[in-house]
Nanobody, 130 residues
Framework: VQLQASGGGLVQAGGSLTLSCAASGFASDYYAIGWFREAPGKEREGISCVSSSGSPYYIGSLRGRFTISRDSAKNTVFLHMRNLKPDDTAEYFC?????????????????????????WGEGTQVTVSS
């Protein structure tokens, strides 16, 4: 049972990337899947999630630039990022959690990440050059 995040890389400001969060060993459709990022010197933050019913959530600052989607056949959740900015530079993580999808649920997922409550994948680095 694991999540594997991929798709990061180096991109110029204004460019686009699509991150993938591939689940194996379980059906991710039954869980909310969230994307989190951790920039150098900053705390990890939740940026987007999609509920088990497919409802998306985004933090306000990213709404309109980032889009989250599911591909049930591939058991994968994608984060499509466009018009990237240097401030988007961070390591990006995905997690599966058995609760709703919203600001408070992502906060709880962050707060409990060291206690083995939810499933976290390894990060993928996104670097946006100016």
């Amino acid at each position: 049972v694991q999540l594997q995040a991929s798709g990061g890389g180096l991109v110029q400001a204004g460019g686009s990337l699509t991150l993938s969060c591939a689940a194996s060993g379980f059906a991710s459709d039954y869980y909310a899947i969230g994307w989190f990022r951790e920039a150098p010197g900053k705390e990890r933050e939740g940026i987007s999630c999609v509920s088990s019913s497919g409802s998306p959530y985004y933090i306000g600052s990213l709404r309109g630039r980032f889009t989250i989607s599911r591909d049930s056949a591939k058991n994968t959740v994608f984060l499509h990022m466009r018009n990237l900015k240097p401030d988007d530079t961070a390591e990006y993580f995905c997690a599966a959690f058995d609760r709703g999808c919203g600001a408070s649920e992502m906060r709880e997922t962050l707060d409990t990440r060291n206690y083995g409550v939810d499933l976290w994948g390894e990060g993928t680095q996104v670097t946006v050059s100016s």
